[in-house]
């Protein structure tokens, strides 16, 4: 049964910190697929910028941030036992952000870029500045894991302080250096500290603080490896093994869990898909290493760009799709957070991914590719504004569905 529900008003965007930085990151994501669809459907025509591949996979990743602010500024605060900040006086930092990625997408590369950039970076300064504050405030037993969260946040704004110079200087490899550690380094360390509460397997799995260790060797490796003219030849082989560990680790661990206990409700199939595309990146990313050892640069290309592209769209917007939606829904009094269309968005989620791979195996236009994407994020952001402008009007009943063993945001 279904709790009742009251009317959908704007304000209520402002009733607590996620409502405000779910919707806000979820129609940013949007505008970002949007411009790049324009631009790769005829930019010149629609008066954008050129938009170089490592520019758009930047812009792509501006929505991830406001995810993790909206959980840490809400479920973290209860985690920590402290009280959810009020939502009003973020909204000057979350417009900031907002608007300094859309003026990076509409300005392109250069000086008016590297200063759109820069006023995001402050937007999510004082937003990890409030998180940061969340964290020092609760006992020290409590800060684990959002306090490694919060640290991965600040390696982002780092590496996103350096695209902006790099933006400025008219250097792009800073910038692509900067992406690979904003992915590798900063998103993926983030969402996996979170899973520590979130995910069912990674709650079970012991040696799953080992994978920090792992991760940010990769980072390492993929950063050194995009500075450096030429690789050293131990180089390729420890960013495979790492590779290889970490992906091994993210199947293990599901598929122990899936054996113990089964896939008991949509809501744990939809984070399924997500751990399994994530297992899948870290073996990706383990063969584009071999081809570099073994001298097949364009090869090693084709799979480091498969592994980025199952990480992105597979495992961050697949874990996203279901953690966000989740929250907002059950927050609006919905006890059966995934229905119907949000089944049909995973699978047009999924359709965009393996588009985008075969594009990578066999060639052809990405504007269609552009286009799901566009189609996947919009009926996204649609579907969560219809909860997250909603308050329940009374408590929610207790849902039939069997819950795993997973901590409830």
């Known amino acids: 049964m279904t709790a009742r529900r009251g009317p959908w008003r704007l304000r209520h965007l402002l009733a607590a910190p996620h409502r405000l930085c779910f919707a806000a990151g979820a129609l940013l994501m949007t505008?970002?697929?949007?411009?790049?669809?324009?631009a790769l459907a005829g930019g010149a025509a629609a008066a954008l910028p050129p938009t170089p591949p490592w520019l758009h996979a930047l812009a792509a990743t501006s929505g991830f941030p406001?995810?993790?602010?909206?959980?840490?500024?809400?479920?973290?605060?209860?985690?920590?036992?402290?009280?959810?900040?009020?939502?009003?006086?973020?909204?000057?930092?979350?417009a900031a952000w907002c608007l300094g990625w859309l003026g990076l997408s509409l300005a392109g590369p250069g000086r008016l870029g590297a200063l759109a950039l820069g006023t995001a970076v402050l937007g999510g300064c004082d937003l990890l500045r409030r998180l940061w504050r969340l964290v020092r405030a609760a006992e020290p037993s409590l800060q684990p894991p959002l306090d490694a969260v919060v640290r991965m946040l600040a390696l982002g704004l780092l590496a996103l302080a350096v695209a902006a110079a790099g933006l400025g200087s008219g250097q792009p490899r800073w910038v692509r250096m900067a992406l690979l550690g904003l992915l590798w380094g900063s998103l993926l360390p983030a969402f996996a500290a979170a899973a520590r509460r979130l995910?069912?397997?990674?709650?079970?799995?012991?040696?799953?603080r080992w994978l920090q260790g792992l991760i940010a060797g990769q980072a390492g490796l993929l950063v050194l490896a995009a500075a450096l003219p030429t690789l050293p030849a131990p180089l390729p082989l420890m960013g495979a093994l790492t590779a290889l560990a970490w992906g091994g680790w993210q199947a293990w661990a599901l598929w122990r869990w899936q054996r113990r206990h089964g896939l008991p409700n949509r809501f744990v199939r939809l984070?399924?898909?997500?751990?399994w595309a994530g297992a899948a990146a870290g073996a990706a990313l383990a063969v584009g290493w071999a081809c570099q050892a073994a001298g097949m640069a364009a090869a090693a290309r084709a799979w480091q760009l498969a592994a980025t592209h199952l990480l992105a769209l597979g495992y961050l917007s697949g874990t996203a799709l279901a953690m966000v939606s989740r929250v907002s829904a059950t927050q609006a009094g919905q006890a059966q957070a995934v229905d119907g269309p949000l089944l049909a968005l995973a699978g047009l989620l999924t359709l965009t991914l393996a588009a985008r791979l075969a594009v990578l195996a066999v060639g052809g236009p990405l504007v269609p590719v552009a286009a799901l994407w566009t189609l996947t994020t919009a009926g996204w952001s649609a579907w969560l504004l219809r909860w997250l402008g909603r308050l329940p009007a009374a408590p929610a009943a207790s849902s039939a569905v069997r819950v795993p063993p997973c901590a409830n945001p």
């Not at 505008?31 to 669809?37: F, N, P, R």
């Not at 406001?66 to 979350?94: D, M």
């Not at 984070?271 to 751990?275: E, K, M, V």
Request: charged share 10%; proline share 12%.
């Open 271 to 275: 984070l399924a898909a997500a751990g």
């Open 31 to 38: 505008a970002q697929a949007g411009l790049w669809t324009l």
């Open 66 to 94: 406001l995810f993790i602010a909206g959980f840490g500024l809400s479920a973290g605060a209860r985690w920590l036992r402290q009280p959810v900040p009020a939502t009003a006086p973020l909204a000057p930092a979350v």
């Open 199 to 208: 995910v069912p397997w990674a709650v079970e799995d012991r040696p799953g």
